[in-house]
């Protein structure tokens, strides 16, 4: 299979959503997707864009992707956060993963931040696996937070 990474453009913001919504269908919240495609392609190429993502794609289309942006910790300084990260499921072990992964460490090594930082599931052993191959941290004891919109 030949893979090639790029930059994402606006005109990926349709795929790149429907890839969302089968990520949030893997990780069984998939009435969590509540972004419209409007405020997702403005997010990220409007006058303030706060994401950037490297898409994989063949012959065929975009496989998957990888969405970042940068954060500060006041531990830290500034880290690459890596929002989400996907391989359509008929796509996987095929190298896509490997390749955006390792293209986001060079992004963040090549800015110069003092680390990268994501998410998982703990019970998502395929992703726990993938990571354990890099040497992650896994951190224990930090819960997530949030509000809502209709809540601030």
């Known amino acids: 299979?030949?893979?090639?990474?790029?930059?994402?453009?606006?005109?990926?913001?349709?795929?790149?959503?429907?890839?969302?919504?089968?990520?949030?269908?893997?990780?069984?919240?998939?009435?969590?997707?509540?972004?419209?495609?409007?405020?997702?392609?403005?997010?990220?190429?409007?006058?303030?864009?706060?994401?950037?993502?490297?898409?994989?794609?063949?012959?065929?289309?975009?496989?998957?992707?990888?969405?970042?942006y940068v954060r500060y910790s006041t531990w830290k300084g500034c880290r690459l956060y890596l929002e989400d990260f996907i391989v359509t499921e008929?796509?996987?072990?095929?190298?896509?993963?490997?390749?955006?992964?390792?293209r986001v460490m060079k992004e963040a090594k090549d800015n110069n931040y003092y680390g990268m930082s994501w998410q998982v599931l703990d019970w998502n052993e395929p992703a726990l696996n993938f990571y354990r191959k890099y040497d992650a941290?896994?951190?224990?004891?930090?819960?997530?937070a949030s509000f809502s919109k209709e809540q601030l």
């Open 90 to 102: 008929e796509a996987r072990g095929k190298g896509a993963g490997k390749l955006l992964f390792e």
């Open 1 to 68: 299979m030949d893979i090639q990474l790029r930059f994402a453009v606006v005109a990926d913001c349709p795929r790149l959503l429907e890839l969302i919504v089968e990520l949030a269908v893997y990780e069984k919240m998939p009435d969590e997707v509540t972004v419209t495609l409007a405020e997702f392609a403005a997010a990220g190429f409007g006058d303030k864009p706060v994401w950037k993502a490297f898409v994989a794609e063949t012959e065929n289309g975009i496989i998957g992707f990888a969405l970042y």
């Open 137 to 144: 941290h896994l951190e224990d004891g930090w819960l997530n």
